[in-house]
């Protein structure tokens, strides 16, 4: 599984890390202002909002920076920035709530959308072969946690993005998302019992 600190370059901490309890900013609400700059991210390549350049913690070698070279950590980092804006949008309360994997989350809107409906947006996260791919139904995922006001652990998500080119993490964080997304035994309940 992915280290999902929230520490990012010279131990600032990823743009929400800095809401959670804690830390400095704790018990705020983001600015509009950065919510809106961050839901520009999702119709724009990353490196391509200059609003968005001084909330980027991804460090992109200078050799690499010079030539233009976005590396997909920074994309990655890039689309959880524009995937947290489009959830906290609008919203009074932080989106933002460690320990809330993506699976977790989307198990949560069983409440409020047919599971059938959700194991299909599920189901089609986990079989994207790429960043864009995941991105897209991600964010699908994300709006229905937006209309929920259900949370989510962005720096997992980011840590799951990362990780996303590379097939053997992906499987990793595929596997994850399922683990917290089905209940694989229910409390007393013996281990090989169906669920």
Do not use: C, N
């Not at 010279?10 to 839901?39: H, L, S």
């Not at 949560?108 to 089609?124: F, I, K, N, P």
Request: proline share 7%; no cysteine; glycine share 10%.
């Amino acid at each position: 599984m992915t280290d999902v600190s929230s520490e990012a370059r010279e131990g600032a901490p990823w743009y929400w890390a800095q809401f959670e309890a804690g830390r400095a900013k704790a018990g705020q609400i983001p600015p509009g202002a950065d919510i809106a700059v961050f839901t520009q991210g999702l119709t724009k390549p990353a490196g391509t909002v200059p609003a968005l350049w001084r909330f980027h913690r991804t460090r992109l070698p200078d050799h690499l920076a010079a030539r233009g070279v976005v590396t997909d950590d920074l994309v990655a980092e890039h689309m959880a920035l524009a995937l947290f804006g489009a959830h906290q949008q609008s919203v009074g309360v932080l989106m933002h709530r460690p320990g809330v994997r993506l699976g977790a989350a989307a198990r949560a809107l069983h409440e409020r959308y047919s599971e059938d409906g959700v194991d299909r947006v599920m189901e089609s996260a986990a079989r994207a072969q790429t960043l864009p791919g995941v991105f897209l139904r991600v964010r699908a995922l994300v709006s229905m946690l937006a209309a929920a006001r259900e949370p989510l652990d962005y720096t997992s998500l980011l840590h799951d993005l990362r990780a996303w080119p590379d097939p053997e993490r992906r499987a990793r964080v595929i596997r994850g998302w399922g683990f917290t997304y089905r209940p694989w035994v229910t409390a007393g309940e013996p281990a090989g019992a169906k669920g």
